[in-house]
């Protein structure tokens, strides 16, 4: 890949995370909203060191920030 292009593939891949983490699905249990966040959270987490795109490693670390208590 020539210098400088942002691979695709990774910057798909942190989009799909960041979108879920942001907007988590979930289901109502005894009357609470329950969502997945943390499963997304720790999949992000999984992939940060398989990112070679720093600008990609970064993005997601942040959102991880976000929401991350």
């Not at 691979?7 to 005894?30: A, S, Y």
């Not at 992939?47 to 600008?55: G, R, V």
Request: hydrophobic fraction near 40%.
């Amino acid at each position: 890949m020539a210098k400088g292009i942002i691979n695709k593939n990774e910057m798909e891949c942190v989009f799909f995370l960041e979108r879920h983490i942001e907007n988590p699905c979930g289901v109502f249990v005894d009357g609470k909203f329950e969502d997945i966040r943390k499963f997304y959270i720790r999949e992000a987490e999984r992939e940060i060191p398989n990112l070679t795109n720093p600008f990609a490693r970064d993005y997601l670390e942040g959102v991880i920030r976000k929401y991350s208590v």
